[in-house]
């Protein structure tokens, strides 16, 4: 039972380009959150989703960031227009759902913006 | 608002005790407790459920104080294994959903 998978590792993008950061949860779990986490912080909710809904984005930039979680296919969190401070680490976790269950997370997705 | 966790650092020796606080603000449905090793991805270790519920490693033990709001971790015998940074995520009553909203985090360093 393979766990929560993310691609790529690393990924280095230039200013003003896109990074697309993918996300396939444990089998079974059909709730999605992602996070994002600077050097030496704490993690920072972005948004929870499940299959083909967004169910709490209060953690979203407004602008340049979006994600998804199609019926058919990984969870992507979209980040247009990359600036530095968009560097980061980003992780993914899913869970059974509904509450009461711990998250498994991914390994995360290292964005370096140069 | 993000639960607050106490001390922000702690050095043991192996064989040693201690204890992690998560403290919250809000009225809380669940607290979680991960790990972190630098450069890694966190790994769960245990969930306290409102009503005393805990689900979890055998030898992790917590516990919530549910008038307070608050949860400790005890990790006793420390093992050099237990060094990473530990954070406590809360799921709190009023989003009504599963969302977790982690803490400050906790660095243990275990030498031997």
């Known amino acids: 039972n393979a766990g929560v998978m993310q691609n790529p590792r690393h990924l280095v993008r230039r200013r003003g380009q896109e990074a697309r950061l993918r996300c396939s949860p444990m089998?079974?779990?059909?709730?999605v959150y992602w996070y994002r986490q600077l050097p030496e912080e704490g993690l920072k909710f972005m948004v929870y989703?499940?299959?083909?809904?967004?169910?709490?984005e209060s953690g979203m930039p407004k602008e340049r960031f979006s994600a998804e979680f199609p019926k058919e296919g990984p969870s992507i969190l979209r980040i247009q227009q990359v600036v530095r401070g968009d560097s980061a680490a980003y992780f993914c976790?899913?869970?059974?759902?509904?509450?009461?269950?711990?998250?498994?997370f991914g390994s995360g997705t290292r964005l370096t913006v140069v | 608002q993000q639960p607050v966790q106490s001390p922000q650092a702690v050095i043991l020796r192996e064989g040693e005790d201690a204890v992690i606080n998560c403290s919250s603000s809000?009225?809380?449905?669940?607290v979680h407790w991960y790990r972190q090793k630098h450069g890694e991805a966190p790994v769960f270790l245990m969930i306290?459920?409102?009503?005393?519920e805990q689900k979890g490693h055998e030898k992790i033990s917590a516990s919530f104080n549910e008038k307070k709001q608050q949860s400790s971790l005890y990790l006793t015998a420390s093992q050099l294994s237990y060094s990473g940074t530990y954070f406590c995520?809360?799921?709190?009553?009023?989003?009504?959903?599963?969302?977790?909203?982690f803490g400050t985090g906790t660095r243990l360093q275990v030498f031997p």
């Open positions: 989703l499940q299959k083909e809904n967004i169910i709490d």
């Open positions: 306290l459920l409102k009503g005393g």
């Open positions: 976790a899913s869970s059974p759902g509904p509450r009461g269950d711990g998250y498994t």
């Open positions: 089998k079974g779990h059909s709730h």
């Open positions: 995520g809360t799921e709190r009553v009023d989003y009504n959903t599963d969302k977790l909203i």
């Open positions: 809000k009225a809380l449905y669940s």
